[in-house]
T-cell receptor
């Protein structure tokens, strides 16, 4: 079946450090891939997405590249800020569900950035 | 600013009580969702609606029902709350079809339910 696996957290970094949060997926065919972020006390919001292999999604300094060969969509940022502290969710939209909006989410990775 | 509004941020209920969680969106979205968020488990889909009066079971529908009488409103109902339904409940909406952004979900802030 379809599934998403994220690295376990929490991830604790100092400000300006490099961030990687690993995400791998299992799916038949070619899913669309997403990163959502949940700031404290808020709902999830879309951070970035990629819809086909080798696409790179980017937003707010974050990037992720859709790697079909390794079934991965790792999230990276070159220099994190305290305001990036949040929970990050990797998600996929299974092939054939493009008109339903039904997503499968990973378990979430908590990022804590210290000044 | 577009919004998904969940009526209650925090609720405390007793075992066996009937619980209603309300969600309203102002974006004229066709699709609406109820997810449950638990630590270490991520988000799990409870129910999904793609049109008024239409619903589809998600991955964990047992113990829940839903109602969508109007396009903008999607309610989650716990007929008889149990302690294992203590959780954060997230409502979301999205466009339908092949419209740009059809897979982009807009979430509400969540309703944290505690069942004693």
């Amino acid at each position: 079946g379809n599934s998403v696996t994220q690295m376990e957290g929490p991830v604790t970094l100092s400000e300006e450090a490099f961030l990687t949060i690993n995400c791998t997926y299992t799916a038949t065919g070619y899913p669309s891939l997403f990163w959502y972020v949940q700031y404290p006390g808020e709902g999830l919001q879309l951070l970035l997405k990629a819809t086909k292999a080798d696409d790179k999604g980017s937003n707010k300094g974050f990037e992720a590249t859709y790697r079909k060969e390794t079934t991965s969509f790792h999230l990276e940022k070159g220099s994190v800020q305290v305001s990036d502290s949040a929970v990050y969710f990797c998600a996929l939209s299974p092939p054939g569900s493009s008109n339903t909006g039904k997503l499968i989410f990973g378990q979430g990775t908590t990022l804590q950035v210290k000044p | 600013d577009v919004k998904v509004t969940q009526s209650s941020r925090y609720l405390v209920k007793r075992t066996g009580e009937k619980v209603f969680l309300e969600c309203v969106q102002d974006m004229d979205h066709e699709n609406m969702f109820w997810y449950r968020q638990d630590p270490g488990l991520g988000l799990r889909l409870i129910y999904f609606s793609y049109d008024v009066k239409m619903k589809e079971k998600g991955d964990i529908p047992e113990g829940y029902s839903v109602s969508r009488e109007k396009k903008e409103r999607f309610s989650l109902i716990l007929e008889s709350a149990s302690t294992n339904q203590t959780s954060m409940y997230l409502c979301a909406s999205s466009l339908s079809g092949l419209a740009s952004g059809a897979n982009v979900l807009t979430f509400g802030a969540g309703s944290r339910l505690t069942v004693l």
